[in-house]
């Protein structure tokens, strides 16, 4: 079993949908959880990064974390076209600085 | 806040040439910057961490002696692909942890490496 599973996509949603993106974890040691934005061509950029489980939101963005499921999820309301992009979860333990990203999933919002 | 450069962006140079790539943070004191390698469509590969004053922690499969590490400053480390080939083409990304952003990375804008 990988440590992160992530499905790759593409995933190809209209305009103003509500998008949900997902990550599967195996580590029980994982305790902080982020998603990155990468546009194609360019650094990933951090949008969401969270300690606990639960719920948190950022504009359109909220982040979700099920620690005992070992799931995570990042859901986009009103989508964009602008929101294209490949989307990574990462997780690190307490003790490394050093994530563990997911393969990222591609997000097609068209017109 | 948390800005990382990265220099040049692009780069096309010949094969047996040693090209050299600067990242910087802008606004915080880097204590860790990581060196990722990304190939078209591929997740981030992580290729070495470096600590300030110390030497580079390379993963397994990257040569240390064609990829040197300096991370000379809390604001400034450096990858210097030596003897460039084409298979070393790719897409190199720096990221850089520290101060308020210890348990998570901001990455640069990334720089294309071309090799002919």
């Known amino acids: 079993q990988k440590e992160v599973e992530q499905d790759p996509g593409p995933l190809s949603v209209p305009e103003g949908a509500i998008v949900s993106l997902n990550c599967t974890y195996s580590?029980?040691?994982?305790?902080?959880f982020m998603w990155y934005r990468q546009y194609s061509r360019k650094g990933p950029e951090l949008l969401m990064y969270t300690y606990s489980s639960g719920n948190k939101e950022d504009g359109r963005f909220t982040a979700q974390v099920d620690k005992s499921s070992k799931y995570i999820s990042l859901f986009i309301r009103d989508s964009q076209p602008s929101d294209s992009a490949t989307y990574l979860c990462a997780f690190s333990s307490g003790g490394s600085y050093i994530p563990t990203f997911g393969r990222g999933t591609s997000l097609i919002v068209h017109p | 806040g948390a800005v990382v450069s990265q220099h040049p962006s692009r780069v096309i140079c010949k094969s047996g040439t040693s090209v050299k790539i600067e990242c910087r943070s802008l606004d915080f004191q880097a204590t860790t910057m990581f060196w990722y390698r990304q190939f078209p469509k591929q997740s981030l590969m992580l290729m070495a961490t470096?600590?300030?004053?110390?030497?580079?922690?390379?993963e397994q499969g990257v040569e240390k002696d064609k990829f040197l590490i300096n991370h000379a400053s809390l604001t400034l480390s450096t990858l210097t692909v030596t003897s460039a080939h084409p298979e070393d083409s790719s897409f190199y990304i720096c990221?850089?942890?520290?101060?308020?952003?210890?348990?998570?990375?901001?990455f640069g804008p990334g720089t294309r490496l071309l090799v002919l």
């Open positions: 990221s850089a942890s520290g101060g308020r952003a210890l348990q998570t990375q901001y």
């Open positions: 470096s600590n300030e004053g110390s030497k580079a922690t390379y």
């Open positions: 580590n029980s040691a994982f305790q902080y």
